[in-house]
């Protein structure tokens, strides 16, 4: 699996890929991943950062990220 981060919007939940935001597994409706993909746009470095930590063997530290305003 690529370096990812998971989405969940209502019973929708996806897996999307952090360097090119493209959904890897599941689903989100069109204006649900269009909202994610702006926040992860804006986001992108603290996604790296954080998969970077926690795939050190699963003990790393997780940097709680802003939502989209």
Avoid: C
């Amino acid at each position: 699996m690529p370096p990812h981060f998971h989405a969940d919007y209502g019973e929708f939940e996806a897996q999307i890929a952090i360097h090119d935001f493209a959904i890897v597994e599941g689903y989100l409706p069109p204006k649900a991943l269009a909202l994610v993909v702006e926040w992860a746009s804006i986001n992108q470095f603290d996604i790296i950062n954080n998969w970077k930590s926690l795939s050190e063997g699963g003990v790393g530290t997780f940097k709680k990220i802003a939502p989209l305003r």
